[in-house]
């Protein structure tokens, strides 16, 4: 199982890892030429004409071991406090969202897949008619590669596509999506609100789409059973991925018992200081 470090991993000053595996847009590697024994390697004309790659700057590398550091703590932010301290902490440094979100997508890049292309392939197969909620859509990437009609929302709207709102609370009517998405976006110490806000909005037996990072689920069966009390009965559980898990939910259409619901934690996606 990939740990945090592997996907959220360390400042930006060095070359990024080669992901473990190519991304399924990714062309296919070249083969291999074998070397003869005893010939010197032609030299390669496009490698001999190519100029250098340009060395970082003193300035560059520290600017850029700077919003390393900003985009880590601004993640473990998001990941260990309540939402609403989320949205006093945007509203206090409006730049901070822009900072998280240059810093995701640099990360982003380096996984061998990521899980909102998986979301979007899936949705691809889905009836256009469907209604859906992209529910922390980061820049509504969702939104823009499907045909369905989506709702972003988002703690800061970064592009005209989103709504900013605190998950937790979603200006949607009862039962109007036909799908909501959670893509990486279940963070925040009191994620449980955001499921019972989801099944809100959602139609009866509409479905709950979530993608998440793996090593989160400290405990997996209790963390099912606590959405099945939700009231979430579970479709289907894609572990083909070694870093994430993607979940199919259906809203069952009789509401949970009004038994309280305990809390099942997610880990945290925090990274070890270098
Ligand atoms: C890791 S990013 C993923 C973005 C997008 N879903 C993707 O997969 O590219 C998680 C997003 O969830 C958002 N988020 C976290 N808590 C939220 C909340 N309470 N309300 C709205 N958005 C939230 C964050 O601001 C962030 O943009």
């Known amino acids: 199982m990939a740990d945090f470090t592997a996907l959220f991993g360390a400042p930006s000053a060095r070359p990024p ?62 990941y260990t406090q309540g939402s609403a301290d989320s949205v006093a902490l945007f509203e206090r440094e409006p730049g901070f969202f822009d900072a998280y979100h240059e810093g995701f997508r640099l990360q982003a890049a380096r996984w061998p897949v990521n899980p909102v292309h998986l979301v979007t392939r899936w949705l691809r197969a889905q009836p256009e008619t469907w209604v859906v909620g992209d529910l922390g859509c980061g820049d509504a990437e969702l939104a823009r590669s499907v045909p369905h009609r989506v709702h972003s929302f988002d703690l800061v709207a970064n592009n005209e596509r989103v709504t900013a709102c605190d998950i937790a609370r979603l200006p949607l009517a009862d039962r109007s999506l036909d799908v909501a998405v959670f893509c990486l976006a279940l963070m925040g110490s009191n994620y449980v609100d955001f499921l019972r806000e989801a099944r809100r909005v959602l139609k009866p037996r509409a479905l709950l789409k979530i993608a998440e990072v793996s090593s989160r689920f400290a405990n997996l069966p209790a963390w099912l059973a606590m959405l099945d009390g939700l009231g979430f009965e579970l479709l289907d559980r894609d572990g083909s991925n070694s870093h994430f898990l993607l979940f199919t939910f259906r809203k069952r259409a009789a509401a949970p018992p009004p038994s309280p619901v305990a809390a099942v934690p997610l880990k945290p996606c925090i990274y070890k200081r270098r």
């Open 17 to 78: 890892p080669r992901p473990s595996a190519p991304p399924p847009e990714a062309a296919p590697p070249s083969k291999k030429r074998k070397r003869q024994k005893g010939k010197k390697p032609a030299a390669e004309p496009s490698a001999a004409a190519a100029p250098a790659p340009a060395k970082k700057s003193a300035g560059d590398a520290a600017r850029a071991q700077l919003a390393g550091a900003r985009f880590r703590h601004i993640n473990e932010l998001l």
